[in-house]
């Protein structure tokens, strides 16, 4: 059965088990009780978004409110963000945010609207909070206060290529030892593959480096100091540019994940480690579809600890409308609507929807999808949602580690001299209120 | 006999027009004014990540100079910016001098000639971010082709800014080459037949009567362009986003990711006046300079 097939079956039995959880629900929870309202989405134009937005028309007509979607690319929507927040304005509602990137800043900013009450006391019968990812939720947890609600859960997982594999007679990694020693085995066989391909890019580096870092057994911060030149933290970038700049691709410095799913949708790199949300840009033209695997990051001295985070919904704290904002974010994270978007390739926060029997189904129709699901299991069961450093300024501090990166790629600097600035930086950061 | 009281005198004329066009003046004016007085505040209040604010007078300022990351923004963005005109002025009085003397030219040809900066710097710099790509770009295909090296272009810290230079020429010769074109349709016939009958070769009279004659229109053009260069950001941000390292962290850049991605916005206010006051001291010069060469 192909994925449309299936979004529509799922559709179909979702507006009808829709209608029946609805009609039991209503007797005391009214969906239509802000009928006439508008509310006001600002939205980061991802696959996340997009996926949830097909059904905008289903929110309105449930609820009677209007739903205005102000969409922009990642970096825009924060720009816009932040714009409006200082304002203090009312102008949007609700907001798409990443709370393991600024969740510490917006929360200390006074920006999140507090969603403990809320979730609790007005939500429908069927809505199922108990049910939503519980590292998420905490991850969405500042100070207390709930400040967002999981659309969606991801982290960068390894692809790699099983007929080069088969070619060069090496076997799936199991430990980052092993990956290492495939890509030299690989760079050997055959020299007109890429070897290896992750990212690369200042500002992106921290969310793959992450991974890494904590499978080596490395940490961020130890005793309120910035720990990146300790053993484990300098073994962990170490290891990280060896494998770029030795077995990826010329330009890596420049890689995020629009370059990277390139290079390996188009066959040219034997192993990429990228984000789990990128499966559906991979197989987009069916090529990769029989000669990819996927595997969480393998394994290093501190076992597997995947770096896993997901994309939430806030309530604006200066909107002037949370309740029917609320609204709008209890029913863009229910079950139904986001069973609907796993069929889409969204990765639910649910694990009740991920065991959901029609989902099951598209999962079990092809391979790749059942070792897409086994890595999204690992990753909503051990992973990590530090990406970067721990502080209010996070952005920042992920800049630091880039730089570090970077300089070790292009031999601009040596590791000691590349995480002594680093560290230097770091703890300034560290240091600021 | 003239009624005197309906007699409309120039003074009264004058205060009148003044009275209706007021208002939109003093819109225009408010909404020039108010965005420049804003930043002017913000440049004198410092900002925590979380959007504290506090008032630091010259703070901001003094930080701006013992800043490395301010000068060596400086640095690049000076480097970009001369190295960017010198191409860009070469190639459009060569462009300019081939469509004023090819004058058979379809227009087709003449469109295409100039069509690069119609097109949005945002499409341009996706475009050349995929020609460049290093592995995957048309541009490492063709130098192999050729027998040449690949290159990193834009992940190459000595070539980035090169290669952006490159891609805004790419884009902005044409539009000098289009004013300087106007200037050369202007030029006087009689000072070119007279250089005929004195047997001056093609290359004398260019040098001696069209670029004498041509100054005030290509220093109009340096203007127009200096003033782009200096506050240059879509195709970087979209190339590079001041990468590799730093190697194209122009001001311009380095404010931006202050202000909105760090949240310093007192800071990047002070970064963005300075370049801003930059950019007036240059355009001040080159009017100066304008009234210099004006014939």
Redesign the interface.
């Known amino acids: 059965m192909s994925g449309n097939a299936f979004a529509t079956r799922v559709a179909v039995t979702v507006v009808a088990l829709g209608a029946v959880t609805t009609a039991a629900g209503a007797a005391d929870f009214d969906w239509k009780k802000f009928q006439g309202k508008t509310v006001t989405f600002l939205a980061n134009n991802n696959p996340v978004s997009q996926a949830l937005l097909t059904y905008k028309g289903d929110f309105e007509k449930l609820t009677g409110m209007t739903l205005k979607v102000d969409g922009y690319q990642e970096q825009q929507m924060r720009q816009r963000l932040v714009t409006v927040m200082n304002a203090r304005s009312d102008e949007v509602d609700v907001f798409m945010t990443l709370p393991s990137r600024e969740g510490e800043q917006f929360a200390a900013a006074g920006w999140y609207g507090d969603l403990s009450a809320m979730s609790k006391n007005q939500a429908a019968k069927d809505y199922d909070f108990a049910g939503l990812s519980q590292a998420l939720l905490k991850a969405g947890t500042f100070g207390g206060k709930l400040t967002s609600m999981p659309m969606n859960i991801e982290g960068p997982i390894l692809y790699y290529r099983t007929d080069i594999f088969k070619k060069c007679g090496i076997e799936k990694p199991a430990t980052i030892k092993d990956v290492e020693a495939a890509a030299q085995k690989i760079k050997a066989c055959d020299s007109t593959i890429t070897p290896f391909v992750s990212r690369g890019l200042k500002p992106a580096v921290a969310y793959t480096f992450s991974n890494m870092l904590h499978n080596i057994g490395g940490s961020y911060m130890a005793n309120g100091k910035s720990n990146l030149c300790s053993p484990k933290g300098k073994e962990a970038l170490d290891t990280y540019i060896r494998l770029l700049r030795d077995y990826g691709p010329p330009g890596v410095v420049n890689y995020s994940f629009q370059q990277i799913s390139a290079l390996y949708r188009s066959g040219r790199a034997a192993m990429s480690f990228e984000s789990s949300n990128e499966l559906r840009t991979v197989m987009d033209g069916g090529e990769r579809l029989k000669d990819t695997g996927l595997a969480p990051f393998p394994a290093g001295e501190a076992g597997l600890v995947p770096t896993a985070i997901g994309w939430g919904m806030a309530v604006s704290a200066f909107s002037k409308q949370q309740e029917p904002a609320w609204y709008f974010v209890q029913w863009a994270t229910s079950p139904e609507v986001q069973k609907r978007m796993a069929a889409q390739g969204i990765a639910p926060p649910r694990p009740a929807v991920a065991n959901d029997p029609d989902y099951r189904k598209w999962i079990d129709e092809q391979p790749v999808r059942k070792e897409w699901q086994a890595a999204l299991d690992v990753l909503a069961t051990k992973g990590s949602s530090e990406v970067g450093y721990p502080i209010v300024a996070n952005p920042q501090s992920r800049e630091f580690i880039g730089q570090a990166v970077q300089d070790l790629i292009l031999k601009q600097k040596t590791l000691d001299q590349a995480c002594a600035d680093a560290d230097k930086g770091l703890n300034e950061l560290i240091a600021q209120k | 006999m003239v009624d005197a009281a309906n007699t409309v005198t120039p003074d009264r004329q004058r205060a009148e027009l003044a009275a209706l066009s007021a208002p939109a003046v003093l819109f225009t004016l408010a909404m020039i004014a108010f965005p420049v007085i804003y930043t002017v505040w913000l440049g004198f209040h410092s900002f925590?990540?979380?959007?504290q604010q506090s008032f630091t007078g010259l703070g901001n300022y003094s930080k701006l100079i013992a800043d490395n990351e301010f000068w060596h923004g400086l640095w690049v963005t000076l480097a970009l910016y001369l190295l960017s005109l010198v191409l860009q002025l070469f190639l459009g009085i060569w462009l300019a001098m081939l469509l004023f003397n090819a004058k058979r030219l379809p227009g087709i040809v003449r469109s295409l000639f100039i069509s690069p900066f119609m097109m949005p710097p945002v499409v341009a710099g996706l475009m050349w971010l995929v020609i460049l790509?290093?592995?995957?770009g048309a541009a490492n295909y063709i130098l192999q082709a050729a027998g040449l090296p690949?290159s990193?272009?834009?992940?190459?810290?000595i070539w980035v800014i090169p290669t952006i230079a490159l891609i805004d020429t790419w884009q902005w010769a044409p539009y000098v080459a289009l004013i300087v074109l106007g200037g050369l349709q202007s030029l006087p016939p009689s000072v070119y037949e007279a250089a005929q009958i004195d047997g001056a070769s093609a290359f004398t009279t260019f040098r001696r009567i069209t670029l004498p004659l041509l100054l005030p229109t290509i220093v109009t053009a340096v203007i127009l362009r200096s003033v782009d260069l200096l506050r240059f950001f879509d195709i970087i941000y979209i190339?590079?986003?001041?990468?590799?390292?730093?190697a194209s962290n122009t001001l311009n850049i380095y404010g931006f990711r202050v202000?909105?991605?760090?949240?310093n916005?007192g800071y990047a206010s002070a970064l963005m006046l300075t370049l801003t006051a930059i950019v007036f001291g240059a355009v001040l010069a080159f009017n100066r300079l304008r009234g210099a060469v004006a014939w």
């Open positions: 925590t990540s979380t959007g790509d290093p592995s995957l690949p990193d272009w834009l992940a190459s810290p190339t590079t986003q001041g990468g590799p390292g730093n202000g909105f991605e760090f949240f916005i």
